[in-house]
Every structure is written in structure tokens, then in C-alpha cells.
């Protein structure tokens, strides 16, 4: 049975970073896109980043470009998203995926597995 567990959310001020870590369990981790997705209160899931599997070609959402990197460890079953200059509209629970269909990356639909969350609060 897969399994993903996020850890590294916290209370951070604005202009902090943090980096996140997703470590995947009882599947396949090397042959699948994985993709970090957030969702604040009262708002829906959004796509944050991705990074596919042969050749590392990442994906980003705007509001995060340039201030977030996704890299993934094969050996160690794990992804990791990096997040600097951190903003309060960057405040979410953070959920790690792994995806399984063809289509696009910033789909959740096409994601299969998924972890149960991690909370990042940044502070004005």
C-alpha cells in the first residue's frame, strides 16, 4: 500500500523559507511524476509544483516561481519542496502526490496517491 508523509511545515514569518520533505512508502517512487499541491482555508486544492521522473523537468505554478524548487531523491524514496521569500498568501496545508495518469501535471485528477498534509503558516 502506497504511502506519502509530508513533514517540515511550520509557523515561518514573511520572507522566511522552509523546505518540505514527502517520503513515499510501499510503491514505486522512480517512475512517477510527483507534485506538491496546497490549499488554503475556504479556498480550493492548487497545483504548486511538479517534477517528473526521467530528467528531472520540474513544473511551476506562477505565484511560486522563482521563490519555490522541487528536486526529488530516487534513492531515497523522497521529494522535497524548497520554499523561499516566503508570503502570507503562501499559508496552506502542503500535500504531496504522486501521479499515475498522462495528463497534464497541475491536475489533481491525475495524481493517485497522496499524503495527509502538512500545515505552513507564514506571518506578516
Known amino acids: 500500500q502506497v504511502q506519502l508523509v509530508e513533514s517540515g511545515g511550520r509557523l515561518v514569518q514573511a520572507g522566511g523559507s522552509l523546505r518540505l520533505s514527502c517520503k513515499l512508502s510501499g510503491g514505486t517512487f522512480s517512475r512517477h511524476t510527483m507534485g506538491w499541491f496546497r490549499q488554503a482555508p475556504g479556498k480550493e486544492r492548487e497545483f504548486v509544483a511538479a517534477i517528473t521522473w526521467s530528467f528531472s523537468s520540474t513544473y511551476y505554478a506562477d505565484s511560486v516561481k522563482g521563490r519555490f524548487t522541487i528536486s526529488r531523491d530516487n534513492a531515497k524514496n523522497t521529494v522535497y519542496l524548497q520554499m523561499n521569500s516566503l508570503k502570507p498568501e503562501d499559508t496552506a496545508v502542503y500535500y504531496c502526490?504522486?501521479?499515475?495518469?498522462?495528463?497534464?501535471?497541475?491536475?489533481?485528477?491525475?495524481?493517485?496517491?497522496w499524503g495527509q498534509g502538512t500545515q505552513v503558516t507564514v506571518s506578516s
Open positions: 502526490a504522486q501521479k499515475w495518469r498522462t495528463g497534464p501535471v497541475w491536475f489533481a485528477d491525475e495524481y493517485a496517491y
